[in-house]
Protein backbone atom coordinates (compact mmCIF):
# COMPACT_ATOMS: atom_id res chain seq x y z
CA UNK A 1 0.00 0.00 0.00
CA UNK A 2 1.27 3.71 -1.22
CA UNK A 3 0.07 6.49 1.45
CA UNK A 4 -0.21 9.68 -0.52
CA UNK A 5 -0.58 12.81 1.78
CA UNK A 6 -2.30 15.15 0.30
CA UNK A 7 -4.07 12.77 -1.85
CA UNK A 8 -7.37 14.82 -2.54
CA UNK A 9 -5.42 17.74 -3.72
CA UNK A 10 -4.67 18.46 -7.21
CA UNK A 11 -1.58 16.84 -8.25
CA UNK A 12 -2.02 14.00 -5.23
CA UNK A 13 -5.68 12.96 -6.91
CA UNK A 14 -4.39 12.60 -10.16
CA UNK A 15 -1.38 10.54 -8.65
CA UNK A 16 -4.01 8.60 -6.87
CA UNK A 17 -5.52 7.10 -10.06
CA UNK A 18 -1.76 6.15 -11.90
CA UNK A 19 -1.03 4.49 -8.82
CA UNK A 20 -4.34 2.23 -8.75
CA UNK A 21 -4.26 1.95 -12.52
CA UNK A 22 -0.95 0.76 -12.19
CA UNK A 23 -1.98 -1.55 -9.26
CA UNK A 24 -1.25 -0.59 -6.17
CA UNK A 25 -3.40 -0.18 -3.26
CA UNK A 26 -3.46 3.44 -2.00
CA UNK A 27 -4.09 5.31 1.07
CA UNK A 28 -5.02 8.76 1.03
CA UNK A 29 -4.09 10.99 4.10
CA UNK A 30 -5.16 14.39 3.77
CA UNK A 31 -6.37 17.22 6.29
CA UNK A 32 -9.40 18.47 3.45
CA UNK A 33 -7.60 22.20 4.29
CA UNK A 34 -7.09 22.84 0.27
CA UNK A 35 -9.81 20.27 -1.32
CA UNK A 36 -12.93 18.39 -0.71
CA UNK A 37 -13.68 14.46 -0.11
CA UNK A 38 -15.82 13.91 -2.81
CA UNK A 39 -12.46 13.93 -4.22
CA UNK A 40 -12.43 10.45 -3.34
CA UNK A 41 -15.80 9.02 -4.99
CA UNK A 42 -14.34 11.20 -8.45
CA UNK A 43 -11.21 8.78 -8.14
CA UNK A 44 -13.09 5.89 -7.71
CA UNK A 45 -15.54 6.81 -10.89
CA UNK A 46 -12.05 7.41 -12.57
CA UNK A 47 -10.42 4.28 -12.23
CA UNK A 48 -13.02 2.20 -10.64
CA UNK A 49 -11.22 1.24 -6.68
CA UNK A 50 -11.87 3.03 -4.14
CA UNK A 51 -8.65 4.41 -1.63
CA UNK A 52 -8.92 3.89 1.17
CA UNK A 53 -9.04 7.72 3.07
CA UNK A 54 -7.98 9.21 6.10
CA UNK A 55 -8.77 13.24 7.44
CA UNK A 56 -5.96 13.79 9.10
CA UNK A 57 -3.53 16.36 10.45
CA UNK A 58 -0.27 15.80 10.10
CA UNK A 59 1.00 18.32 11.85
CA UNK A 60 -0.32 16.51 14.63
CA UNK A 61 2.56 13.94 15.38
CA UNK A 62 0.36 11.43 17.60
CA UNK A 63 -2.11 11.22 14.77
CA UNK A 64 0.51 10.78 12.21
CA UNK A 65 2.12 7.70 14.39
CA UNK A 66 -1.60 6.09 14.96
CA UNK A 67 -2.19 6.60 10.77
CA UNK A 68 0.63 4.36 10.31
CA UNK A 69 -0.14 2.24 13.41
CA UNK A 70 -3.51 1.54 11.55
CA UNK A 71 -2.25 0.79 8.27
CA UNK A 72 0.73 -1.96 9.06
CA UNK A 73 1.08 -2.44 5.60
CA UNK A 74 2.21 0.39 4.00
CA UNK A 75 5.07 0.30 1.80
CA UNK A 76 6.09 3.50 0.32
CA UNK A 77 4.65 7.34 0.64
CA UNK A 78 4.52 9.90 -1.08
CA UNK A 79 4.34 13.48 0.48
CA UNK A 80 2.18 15.84 -1.44
CA UNK A 81 0.42 17.63 1.59
CA UNK A 82 1.93 20.95 1.94
CA UNK A 83 0.52 24.75 1.21
CA UNK A 84 1.32 26.29 -1.94
CA UNK A 85 0.27 29.76 -1.95
CA UNK A 86 3.46 32.22 -2.74
CA UNK A 87 1.86 35.40 -1.73
CA UNK A 88 0.22 34.16 1.63
CA UNK A 89 3.25 32.13 2.56
CA UNK A 90 5.08 36.16 2.51
CA UNK A 91 1.92 37.20 4.70
CA UNK A 92 1.66 33.84 6.86
CA UNK A 93 5.44 32.11 7.00
CA UNK A 94 4.98 30.31 10.50
CA UNK A 95 1.79 28.90 8.88
CA UNK A 96 4.11 27.78 6.57
CA UNK A 97 6.30 26.75 7.99
CA UNK A 98 5.12 24.96 10.77
CA UNK A 99 2.96 22.86 7.95
CA UNK A 100 4.75 22.32 5.38
CA UNK A 101 8.22 21.40 7.42
CA UNK A 102 6.49 20.41 10.59
CA UNK A 103 4.27 17.59 8.65
CA UNK A 104 7.48 16.27 6.63
CA UNK A 105 9.03 15.53 10.17
CA UNK A 106 6.44 13.66 11.85
CA UNK A 107 5.93 11.53 8.44
CA UNK A 108 9.73 10.61 8.16
CA UNK A 109 9.40 9.93 11.92
CA UNK A 110 6.75 7.93 11.58
CA UNK A 111 8.42 6.40 8.79
CA UNK A 112 11.38 5.37 11.31
CA UNK A 113 9.15 3.93 13.82
CA UNK A 114 7.05 1.64 11.23
CA UNK A 115 9.98 0.66 9.07
CA UNK A 116 8.77 2.33 6.01
CA UNK A 117 11.81 3.22 4.28
CA UNK A 118 10.96 4.43 0.82
CA UNK A 119 9.53 8.05 -0.06
CA UNK A 120 8.90 9.98 -2.67
CA UNK A 121 8.99 13.79 -2.28
CA UNK A 122 7.09 17.19 -4.00
CA UNK A 123 9.65 19.52 -4.77
CA UNK A 124 9.58 22.45 -7.11
CA UNK A 125 11.47 24.20 -9.68
CA UNK A 126 11.46 27.40 -7.03
CA UNK A 127 15.28 26.18 -5.55
CA UNK A 128 16.61 27.39 -8.64
CA UNK A 129 14.98 31.03 -8.37
CA UNK A 130 16.43 32.94 -12.27
CA UNK A 131 19.28 30.24 -13.14
CA UNK A 132 21.43 32.16 -15.53
CA UNK A 133 22.26 28.96 -17.83
CA UNK A 134 18.72 27.83 -19.09
CA UNK A 135 17.85 24.73 -19.17
CA UNK A 136 18.43 23.81 -15.81
CA UNK A 137 19.70 20.50 -14.72
CA UNK A 138 19.51 18.70 -11.84
CA UNK A 139 23.19 20.27 -11.01
CA UNK A 140 22.37 23.49 -11.66
CA UNK A 141 23.03 25.60 -8.30
CA UNK A 142 19.46 26.16 -6.00
CA UNK A 143 19.41 29.75 -5.18
CA UNK A 144 18.43 31.06 -1.90
CA UNK A 145 14.77 31.28 -1.65
CA UNK A 146 12.50 34.07 -2.73
CA UNK A 147 9.27 33.32 -0.76
CA UNK A 148 8.93 31.67 2.62
CA UNK A 149 6.70 28.65 0.55
CA UNK A 150 10.26 28.67 -2.35
CA UNK A 151 12.27 28.20 1.69
CA UNK A 152 10.21 25.58 2.85
CA UNK A 153 10.76 23.45 0.08
CA UNK A 154 14.65 23.98 -0.06
CA UNK A 155 14.64 23.34 3.61
CA UNK A 156 12.66 20.40 3.01
CA UNK A 157 14.90 19.01 0.55
CA UNK A 158 17.67 19.72 2.93
CA UNK A 159 15.86 17.62 5.42
CA UNK A 160 15.94 14.64 3.56
CA UNK A 161 19.32 15.01 2.46
CA UNK A 162 20.67 15.46 6.01
CA UNK A 163 18.36 12.48 7.43
CA UNK A 164 19.44 10.03 4.00
CA UNK A 165 22.61 10.36 5.40
CA UNK A 166 21.93 9.79 8.91
CA UNK A 167 19.90 6.69 8.14
CA UNK A 168 21.02 4.84 5.04
CA UNK A 169 18.23 2.46 5.08
CA UNK A 170 15.99 5.06 3.90
CA UNK A 171 15.59 5.79 -0.07
CA UNK A 172 14.21 8.93 -1.16
CA UNK A 173 13.58 10.91 -4.25
CA UNK A 174 12.69 14.73 -4.99
CA UNK A 175 10.59 15.44 -7.60
CA UNK A 176 11.30 18.99 -8.75
CA UNK A 177 8.27 20.02 -10.55
CA UNK A 178 7.92 22.73 -13.13
CA UNK A 179 4.44 24.32 -13.52
CA UNK A 180 1.88 21.69 -13.35
CA UNK A 181 -0.95 21.97 -15.90
CA UNK A 182 -4.21 20.26 -17.16
CA UNK A 183 -6.90 17.92 -15.26
CA UNK A 184 -7.43 14.47 -16.11
CA UNK A 185 -9.14 13.51 -19.45
CA UNK A 186 -12.41 12.66 -17.79
CA UNK A 187 -12.91 15.80 -16.92
CA UNK A 188 -13.40 14.95 -12.80
CA UNK A 189 -10.73 15.52 -11.46
CA UNK A 190 -8.64 18.72 -11.62
CA UNK A 191 -6.93 22.24 -10.17
CA UNK A 192 -9.86 23.63 -8.13
CA UNK A 193 -7.97 26.32 -6.67
CA UNK A 194 -9.45 28.74 -3.24
CA UNK A 195 -10.97 31.93 -3.81
CA UNK A 196 -9.52 33.81 -6.82
CA UNK A 197 -7.04 31.57 -8.20
CA UNK A 198 -3.21 32.73 -8.28
CA UNK A 199 -1.64 30.36 -10.90
CA UNK A 200 -2.17 30.92 -14.62
CA UNK A 201 -4.43 28.40 -15.97
CA UNK A 202 -6.93 28.64 -13.16
CA UNK A 203 -6.99 31.89 -14.10
CA UNK A 204 -7.51 31.60 -17.96
CA UNK A 205 -9.99 28.60 -17.57
CA UNK A 206 -12.07 30.90 -15.23
CA UNK A 207 -11.72 33.95 -16.98
CA UNK A 208 -13.07 32.23 -19.81
CA UNK A 209 -15.95 30.68 -18.28
CA UNK A 210 -16.69 34.13 -17.77
CA UNK A 211 -15.93 34.00 -13.89
CA UNK A 212 -13.43 36.59 -13.83
CA UNK A 213 -14.14 39.61 -16.07
CA UNK A 214 -10.55 39.72 -16.85
CA UNK A 215 -7.08 38.03 -16.86
CA UNK A 216 -4.15 40.00 -16.15
CA UNK A 217 -0.89 39.72 -17.90
CA UNK A 218 2.05 40.37 -15.48
CA UNK A 219 4.38 42.09 -17.55
CA UNK A 220 5.48 42.35 -21.46
CA UNK A 221 8.73 44.07 -20.83
CA UNK A 222 11.01 40.60 -19.97
CA UNK A 223 13.97 39.85 -21.88
CA UNK A 224 11.98 36.91 -23.72
CA UNK A 225 11.10 36.69 -27.75
CA UNK A 226 6.95 38.31 -27.20
CA UNK A 227 8.24 39.75 -23.73
CA UNK A 228 6.07 37.89 -21.06
CA UNK A 229 7.59 35.41 -18.69
CA UNK A 230 8.39 31.81 -19.70
CA UNK A 231 7.70 28.69 -17.90
CA UNK A 232 7.79 24.80 -18.44
CA UNK A 233 4.45 24.11 -18.22
CA UNK A 234 4.05 19.71 -17.41
CA UNK A 235 0.71 17.79 -17.96
CA UNK A 236 -0.67 16.87 -14.71
CA UNK A 237 -1.31 13.49 -15.76
CA UNK A 238 2.24 12.96 -17.09
CA UNK A 239 3.69 14.45 -13.90
CA UNK A 240 1.24 11.66 -11.77
CA UNK A 241 2.71 9.56 -14.60
CA UNK A 242 6.72 10.45 -12.93
CA UNK A 243 5.43 9.26 -9.38
CA UNK A 244 4.28 6.10 -10.55
CA UNK A 245 7.95 5.35 -12.09
CA UNK A 246 9.76 6.88 -8.96
CA UNK A 247 7.65 4.91 -6.51
CA UNK A 248 8.82 1.38 -8.40
CA UNK A 249 11.82 2.52 -8.74
CA UNK A 250 12.60 3.02 -4.86
CA UNK A 251 10.52 -0.73 -4.15
CA UNK A 252 12.52 -2.63 -6.84
CA UNK A 253 15.88 -0.90 -5.21
CA UNK A 254 16.81 0.57 -8.87
CA UNK A 255 17.61 3.93 -7.32
CA UNK A 256 21.39 4.58 -7.43
CA UNK A 257 21.95 6.45 -4.17
CA UNK A 258 19.78 6.66 -1.41
CA UNK A 259 18.84 10.36 -2.15
CA UNK A 260 18.03 11.40 -6.01
CA UNK A 261 16.36 14.37 -7.71
CA UNK A 262 14.41 14.50 -10.90
CA UNK A 263 13.40 17.89 -12.65
CA UNK A 264 9.93 16.81 -14.43
CA UNK A 265 9.26 19.25 -16.79
CA UNK A 266 8.59 18.93 -20.61
CA UNK A 267 12.10 20.50 -21.29
CA UNK A 268 10.13 23.41 -23.46
CA UNK A 269 9.58 26.89 -22.18
CA UNK A 270 6.42 28.76 -23.20
CA UNK A 271 5.58 32.08 -22.85
CA UNK A 272 2.26 34.02 -21.10
CA UNK A 273 1.01 35.08 -24.05
CA UNK A 274 1.83 31.46 -26.08
CA UNK A 275 -0.19 30.11 -22.88
CA UNK A 276 -2.88 32.41 -24.05
CA UNK A 277 -3.29 32.34 -27.54
CA UNK A 278 -2.76 28.10 -27.56
CA UNK A 279 -6.06 28.74 -25.49
CA UNK A 280 -8.14 30.32 -27.05
CA UNK A 281 -7.19 28.30 -30.57
CA UNK A 282 -7.90 25.07 -28.52
CA UNK A 283 -11.29 26.12 -26.88
CA UNK A 284 -12.51 28.79 -29.44
CA UNK A 285 -12.98 31.66 -27.53
CA UNK A 286 -11.91 34.85 -27.12
CA UNK A 287 -10.14 36.09 -23.77
CA UNK A 288 -10.40 39.00 -22.51
CA UNK A 289 -7.24 40.02 -21.26
CA UNK A 290 -4.82 42.94 -20.46
CA UNK A 291 -1.01 43.48 -20.07
CA UNK A 292 -0.45 44.73 -16.44
CA UNK A 293 3.03 45.52 -14.77
CA UNK A 294 4.92 42.55 -13.56
CA UNK A 295 4.04 40.54 -10.42
CA UNK A 296 6.91 40.69 -7.83
CA UNK A 297 8.85 37.78 -6.79
CA UNK A 298 8.32 36.34 -10.76
CA UNK A 299 11.51 34.89 -12.47
CA UNK A 300 11.60 35.76 -16.15
CA UNK A 301 12.49 32.33 -17.64
CA UNK A 302 13.13 28.98 -16.78
CA UNK A 303 12.68 25.45 -18.04
CA UNK A 304 13.89 22.08 -17.69
CA UNK A 305 16.48 20.14 -18.91
CA UNK A 306 14.79 16.71 -18.60
CA UNK A 307 17.48 14.06 -20.05
CA UNK A 308 18.04 12.75 -16.34
CA UNK A 309 14.96 11.93 -15.65
CA UNK A 310 13.87 10.55 -19.52
CA UNK A 311 17.21 8.31 -19.25
CA UNK A 312 17.52 7.40 -15.61
CA UNK A 313 13.58 7.30 -14.66
CA UNK A 314 12.92 6.23 -17.49
CA UNK A 315 9.89 8.77 -17.73
CA UNK A 316 8.98 11.71 -20.47
CA UNK A 317 6.13 13.88 -20.80
CA UNK A 318 3.82 12.69 -23.12
CA UNK A 319 0.70 15.35 -23.88
CA UNK A 320 0.99 18.53 -26.38
CA UNK A 321 0.38 21.43 -24.93
CA UNK A 322 -3.16 21.96 -27.10
CA UNK A 323 -4.38 18.72 -25.25
CA UNK A 324 -3.38 20.21 -21.86
CA UNK A 325 -5.00 23.35 -22.26
CA UNK A 326 -8.27 21.86 -23.94
CA UNK A 327 -8.38 19.16 -20.80
CA UNK A 328 -8.20 22.25 -18.03
CA UNK A 329 -10.78 23.65 -20.05
CA UNK A 330 -13.26 20.67 -20.26
CA UNK A 331 -12.50 20.23 -16.47
CA UNK A 332 -13.25 23.61 -15.93
CA UNK A 333 -16.57 23.44 -17.65
CA UNK A 334 -17.59 19.78 -16.25
CA UNK A 335 -17.07 20.95 -12.71
CA UNK A 336 -19.11 24.19 -12.94
CA UNK A 337 -21.75 22.40 -14.76
CA UNK A 338 -21.83 19.89 -12.20
CA UNK A 339 -22.12 22.85 -9.08
CA UNK A 340 -25.53 23.73 -11.05
CA UNK A 341 -27.22 20.26 -11.55
C1 LIG B 1 4.14 29.82 -8.76
C2 LIG B 1 5.16 30.07 -7.71
C3 LIG B 1 5.98 28.83 -7.56
C4 LIG B 1 5.07 27.69 -7.15
C5 LIG B 1 3.97 27.53 -8.18
C6 LIG B 1 2.94 26.50 -7.70
C7 LIG B 1 5.57 32.51 -7.81
C8 LIG B 1 6.58 33.56 -8.07
N1 LIG B 1 5.97 31.23 -8.05
O1 LIG B 1 4.84 29.54 -9.97
O2 LIG B 1 6.97 29.03 -6.57
O3 LIG B 1 5.82 26.51 -7.07
O4 LIG B 1 3.30 28.76 -8.40
O5 LIG B 1 1.93 27.04 -6.95
O6 LIG B 1 4.46 32.79 -7.44
N2 LIG B 1 0.65 34.93 -14.71
C9 LIG B 1 -0.06 35.95 -15.30
N3 LIG B 1 -1.31 36.22 -14.86
C10 LIG B 1 -1.91 35.54 -13.84
C11 LIG B 1 -1.19 34.48 -13.23
C12 LIG B 1 0.08 34.22 -13.69
O7 LIG B 1 0.45 36.61 -16.22
O8 LIG B 1 -3.05 35.85 -13.47
C13 LIG B 1 1.99 34.60 -15.20
C14 LIG B 1 3.08 34.72 -14.16
O9 LIG B 1 3.62 36.02 -14.17
C15 LIG B 1 4.06 33.67 -14.64
C16 LIG B 1 3.19 32.61 -15.32
O10 LIG B 1 1.97 33.24 -15.60
O11 LIG B 1 4.92 34.22 -15.58
C17 LIG B 1 2.95 31.40 -14.47
O12 LIG B 1 2.47 31.84 -13.20
P1 LIG B 1 1.94 30.83 -12.09
O13 LIG B 1 0.97 29.90 -12.70
O14 LIG B 1 1.49 31.64 -10.91
O15 LIG B 1 3.21 29.96 -11.71
P2 LIG B 1 4.66 30.43 -11.22
O16 LIG B 1 4.68 31.83 -10.82
O17 LIG B 1 5.62 30.01 -12.25
Known amino acids: MILTTGGTGYIGSHTVVELQNAGFDVLIADDLSNSKQEVVDRIEQISGKRPFFEKVD ?73 PEILPVTEQTKRKAAESPYGNTKMISEDILKDHSVSDKSFKIIALRYFNPIGAHPSGLIGELPNGIPNNLVPFVTQTAYGLRTTLSVF ?45 IGTGQ ?53 NETLLSAWNWEQKYRASLTE
Open 269 to 321: GVSVLEIVRTFEKVSNTKLNYQIVGRRAGDIEKIWAETSFANTELGWKAKKTL
Open 58 to 130: LKNKEKTFELFQKYPNIEAVIHFAASKAVGESVENPLKYYENNIGSLVNVLQAMQEYDVASIVFSSSCTVYGQ
Open 219 to 263: GNDYDTPDGSCIRDYINVVDLAEAHVVAIKRLLENKNKSNFEYFN
